[in-house]
C-alpha cells in the first residue's frame, strides 16, 4: 500500500530563516502531489499543486520542488515569519482510473517559526 | 461567505447513540468528501461522493453511512456510536473539471466525542 512520510513531527525555525519540510512516498507514482496547511481547529487549507512534470513551483515566499525519481517533494518557506507556524500536511491522489478519488495525506510537520 | 459549512462544531453523546453531522458547500463542486483526523491528527478519507454516487469508501465500518440529498449537501450518519469514533471529522469538496483537479476545499471540522 502507498505510504507518505513527512520528515519530522516538529519544525522549529528562527524567524527569517528558510523552512524546509520534507515529504517521501513509496509504492506509489502519483500524477501530482499537494500541500496543505492546517492551524488548530481548523480545517486544512490548500496551498500549492505540483505535477509529475513540473520540478518546481512558486507562490509567494512558498516552493516546492517534486523528484518523481526520489519519490520526494520539499516545501520551503522563505523568510519564515510566527504567522507560518502551523502544520502542513503534504497529500497525494489516489488515482483508481479517472473517478472522484480523495487524497492521502501525511502525518503533517508542525512547524514552529520562533521570533 | 462560507464556503464549505458543518453542523454542529461539537457533538458529545453517548456510546450507542446515532448522530448525524451535516456538510453543506455553495463552491458549485461536483464531489464531496469525508475525512477523519484521529487524536493523533492523521487525516484519513472515508467516502466520497460525485453526482450523488459513491465512488469509494474506504474501510470504514458500515456504522458510517454518507447520504448526499444534493450536489451541495453531504451528510454523514453514524449509528450506534463507539468509544472509538472519538475524532475530528471534515467534510470537503472539488470540482473534477476544475484545473487544479482536487484541490480539496475543507469545512471547519465537527468534533466528536462519545462518552
Known amino acids: 500500500s502507498q505510504k507518505i512520510e513527512q520528515n519530522s513531527e516538529a519544525l522549529n525555525i528562527q524567524e527569517g530563516k528558510t523552512a524546509t519540510l520534507t515529504c517521501n512516498y513509496t509504492?506509489?507514482?502519483?500524477?501530482?502531489l499537494q500541500w496543505y496547511r492546517q492551524d488548530p481547529g481548523r480545517g486544512p487549507v490548500f496551498l500549492l499543486l505540483?505535477?509529475?512534470?513540473?520540478k518546481e513551483k512558486r507562490k509567494e515566499r512558498l516552493k516546492v520542488t517534486f523528484d518523481t525519481t526520489l519519490k520526494q517533494s520539499l516545501f520551503h518557506i522563505t523568510a519564515s515569519q510566527p504567522a507560518d507556524s502551523a502544520t502542513y500536511l503534504c497529500?497525494?491522489?489516489?488515482?483508481?482510473?479517472?473517478?472522484?478519488?480523495?487524497?492521502?495525506f501525511g502525518k503533517g510537520t508542525h512547524l514552529i517559526i520562533q521570533p | 461567505d462560507t464556503a464549505v459549512s458543518q453542523t454542529p462544531k461539537y457533538l458529545v453523546t453517548q456510546m450507542g447513540n446515532d448522530k448525524s453531522i451535516k456538510c453543506e458547500q455553495n463552491?458549485?463542486?461536483?464531489?464531496m468528501y469525508w475525512y477523519k483526523q484521529d487524536s493523533k491528527k492523521f487525516l484519513k478519507i472515508m467516502f466520497s461522493y460525485n453526482n450523488k454516487e459513491l465512488i469509494i469508501n474506504e474501510t470504514v465500518p458500515n456504522r458510517f453511512s454518507p447520504k448526499s440529498p444534493d450536489k451541495a449537501h453531504l451528510n454523514l450518519h453514524i449509528n450506534s456510536l463507539e468509544l472509538g469514533d472519538s475524532a475530528v471529522y471534515f467534510c470537503?469538496?472539488?470540482?473534477?473539471?476544475?484545473?487544479?483537479?482536487?484541490?480539496?476545499?475543507f469545512g471547519p471540522g465537527t468534533r466528536l466525542l462519545v462518552l
Open positions: 509504492n506509489y507514482s502519483p500524477a501530482y
Open positions: 497529500a497525494l491522489d489516489i488515482d483508481s482510473g479517472g473517478g472522484a478519488d480523495g487524497l492521502t
Open positions: 470537503a469538496s472539488s470540482h473534477l473539471r476544475d484545473p487544479v483537479r482536487e484541490t480539496q476545499y
Open positions: 463552491l458549485g463542486h461536483d464531489t
Open positions: 505540483i505535477r509529475e512534470n513540473e
